[in-house]
């Protein structure tokens, strides 16, 4: 078996070639790969970024393809289609992986034909150096970090791979559908939920959908992915999405992610609690503003 991996971007130069640059040394053999970069209408330096690296590194099979349609899900479905490998991965333009990243991938899959989709452990990387305050684990899906321990396991329930480090045998595409272009993140900020939505179906079907800590990046926090304002809208945008995704399935599917997210911002209150009692107040009133904004997005018609 061999793998593709699906690198999508958008005016990401900061971080791209430090992003190539970790597969530059990994383990697996090079002809047992290939890179695909999905350039997403990019305005900065990427495309002198990846005619530089191709013509650097002639020994890897790199790839750099255009995708007019704005949206990451438009994106990674062109990654699908142009990977020629049964196994896909995708990494994010800001996350580096570790030497023996892809040969783990392969491993895995190798030894387990009943598996389908994985996920392994993400580490943010934060630009100032340091964890914010607010950050507690009910909000690490906001700098995607992923560690539920050191041993292999099927994901909790109701939790997923994250897109930054997410695997999949490529005939799921075929039999389960590619990403919803009504979801997903759309330049800086936007809407999401289009992974969520393509695990849900697997895990319909009874897929396996395993977490193995030892597929592991290391993913790049920008500053500014830290501020209140940008959180709000983050929070915004998945709430539209779940709005959308769920309505798309059914009413009642639609009232039951209501009731979840009301539940959910009445345990955020309680939590915060918590926390207070502890003197941690950033904590607190983060966890609250997630879980509010949210529920106030769920009710937004669409994404401003």
């Given at each position: 078996?061999?793998?593709?991996?699906i690198?999508?971007?958008?005016?990401?130069?900061?971080?791209?070639?430090?992003?190539?640059?970790?597969?530059?040394?990994?383990?697996?053999?090079?002809?047992?790969?290939?890179?695909?970069?999905?350039?997403?209408?990019?305005?900065d330096?990427?495309?002198?970024?990846?005619?530089?690296?191709?013509?650097e590194?002639?020994?890897?099979?790199?790839?750099?393809?255009?995708?007019?349609?704005?949206?990451?899900?438009?994106?990674?479905?062109?990654?699908?289609?142009?990977?020629?490998?049964?196994?896909?991965?995708?990494?994010?333009d800001?996350?580096?992986?570790?030497?023996?990243?892809?040969?783990?991938?392969?491993?895995?899959?190798?030894?387990?034909?009943?598996?389908?989709?994985?996920?392994?452990?993400?580490?943010?990387?934060?630009?100032?150096?340091?964890?914010?305050?607010?950050?507690?684990?009910?909000?690490?899906?906001?700098?995607?970090?992923?560690?539920?321990?050191?041993?292999?396991?099927?994901?909790?329930?109701?939790?997923?791979?994250?897109?930054?480090?997410?695997?999949?045998?490529?005939?799921?595409?075929?039999?389960?559908?590619?990403?919803d272009?009504?979801?997903?993140?759309k330049?800086?900020?936007?809407?999401?939920?289009?992974?969520?939505?393509?695990?849900?179906?697997?895990?319909?079907?009874?897929?396996?959908?395993?977490?193995?800590?030892?597929?592991?990046?290391?993913?790049?926090?920008?500053?500014?992915?830290?501020?209140?304002?940008?959180?709000?809208?983050?929070?915004?945008?998945?709430?539209?999405?779940?709005?959308?995704?769920?309505?798309?399935?059914?009413?009642?599917?639609?009232?039951?992610?209501?009731?979840?997210?009301?539940?959910?911002?009445?345990?955020?209150?309680?939590?915060?609690?918590?926390?207070?009692?502890?003197?941690?107040?950033?904590?607190?009133?983060?966890?609250?503003?997630?879980?509010?904004?949210?529920?106030?997005?769920?009710?937004?018609?669409?994404?401003?």
């Open positions: 078996m061999k793998v593709s991996v690198i999508c971007t958008y005016n990401r130069e900061k971080f791209l070639k430090s992003a190539l640059d970790s597969y530059k040394n990994q383990t697996l053999p090079s002809g047992d790969f290939e890179i695909i970069v999905v350039d997403n209408n990019s305005t330096n990427t495309k002198t970024i990846m005619e530089n690296f191709i013509e590194n002639p020994t890897l099979n790199v790839r750099y393809v255009f995708e007019e349609n704005q949206g990451l899900s438009f994106a990674r479905n062109r990654g699908i289609k142009e990977a020629a490998h049964e196994i896909i991965v995708f990494v994010d800001d996350a580096e992986a570790e030497n023996n990243f892809l040969e783990n991938v392969k491993s895995h899959f190798e030894t387990d034909e009943n598996l389908i989709a994985a996920g392994g452990k993400v580490e943010p990387v934060f630009e100032s150096g340091k964890e914010p305050q607010w950050l507690s684990p009910f909000l690490w899906g906001l700098v995607t970090k992923i560690d539920y321990g050191n041993k292999a396991k099927p994901f909790p329930k109701n939790k997923y791979p994250v897109g930054c480090n997410m695997e999949f045998r490529k005939d799921v595409f075929n039999k389960f559908g590619m990403f272009t009504q979801l997903g993140r330049g800086r900020v936007g809407l999401a939920s289009e992974e969520k939505d393509i695990f849900e179906r697997l895990k319909a079907a009874g897929a396996k959908i395993m977490y193995f800590p030892d597929i592991s990046i290391r993913h790049h926090i920008d500053n500014y992915r830290l501020e209140k304002s940008y959180i709000i809208k983050l929070c915004y945008g998945i709430g539209i999405s779940e709005k959308i995704r769920t309505s798309k399935k059914s009413f009642i599917l639609y009232i039951f992610k209501l009731i979840e997210f009301i539940f959910k911002f009445i345990a955020s209150l309680v939590i915060a609690a918590g926390y207070i009692l502890k003197g941690e107040f950033e904590k607190a009133k983060y966890v609250v503003l997630f879980r509010y904004h949210i529920l106030k997005g769920f009710f937004k018609k669409e994404y401003e």
